[in-house]
Antibody, heavy 116, light 111 residues
Framework: EVQLVESGGALIQPGGSLRLSCAAS????????MTWVRQAPGKGLEWVSI???????HYANSVKGRFTISRDDSKSTLYLQMNSLRGEDTGIYYC??????????WGQGTQVTVSS | QSVLTQPPSVSGAPGQRVTISCTGS?????????VHWYQRLPGTAPKLLIY???NRPSGVPDRFSGSRSGTSASLAITGLQAGDEGDYYC???????????FGGGTKLTVL
């Protein structure tokens, strides 16, 4: 059974840093595409970042240069390092397994609040 | 503002049929990219409901169906049940954004 469990969300001041984790089970993380998707309060879902099976990464323009996606294959864990956080980064962050076209499994999400 | 436009809310009585629209443009749905639908029930993670326009993953009841035409897509739910209450999102790929994109979501209320 595929499971994705996020952690690391917190209340953080603007300009601060945070690292989110997503523990995966039921499949081989290194062999698939993994993504982070977020939802700001009152807004729709927004794709944030992707890491392909070959390690290639891509980011939404809104987070490029500030966020870094990575994975630890030995721990079957996906990460999102978030630096220079802004108020507009507030939201629920989901990790999701990506088939190449759609998101076939999602975690339950972790809350990130950027506020002074 | 989302690239894919959905109505903010829809409602229906138990047993009725409702549809949720997802309107895009020539850079996403109109360009031939598949549309996928997700269901998020209160307090739960989003769940894939329909993939590639009209396909149901294993375990999704056939009360849920999808279609795509031109620059739009629709999700239909028949035999509405109280347990269907939640948020529904469409998703496709946008070639101008060079990334996947979601609709703003539609809140379904079962009266």
């Amino acid at each position: 059974e595929v499971q994705l469990v996020e952690s690391g969300g917190a209340l953080i001041q603007p300009g601060g840093s945070l690292r989110l984790s997503c523990a995966a089970s039921g499949f081989i993380v290194s062999s698939t595409y993994m993504t982070w998707v977020r939802q700001a309060p009152g807004k729709g879902l927004e794709w944030v970042s992707i890491i392909y099976s070959d390690g290639t990464t891509h980011y939404a323009n809104s987070v490029k240069g500030r966020f870094t996606i990575s994975r630890d294959d030995s721990k079957s864990t996906l990460y999102l390092q978030m630096n220079s956080l802004r108020g507009e980064d507030t939201g629920i962050y989901y990790c999701a397994k990506y088939s190449g076209s759609f998101y076939d499994y999602w975690g339950q999400g972790t809350q990130v609040t950027v506020s002074s | 503002q989302s690239v894919l436009t959905q109505p903010p809310s829809v409602s229906g009585a138990p047993g009725q049929r409702v549809t949720i629209s997802c309107t895009g443009s020539s850079s996403n749905i109109g360009a031939g990219y598949d549309v996928h639908w997700y269901q998020r029930l209160p307090g739960t993670a989003p769940k894939l409901l329909i993939y590639a326009n009209n396909n149901r993953p294993s375990g999704v009841p056939d009360r849920f169906s999808g279609s795509r035409s031109g620059t739009s897509a629709s999700l239909a739910i028949t035999g509405l049940q109280a347990g269907d209450e939640g948020d529904y999102y469409c998703q496709s790929y946008d070639r101008m954004l060079s990334s996947s994109t979601f609709g703003g979501g539609t809140k379904l209320t079962v009266l």
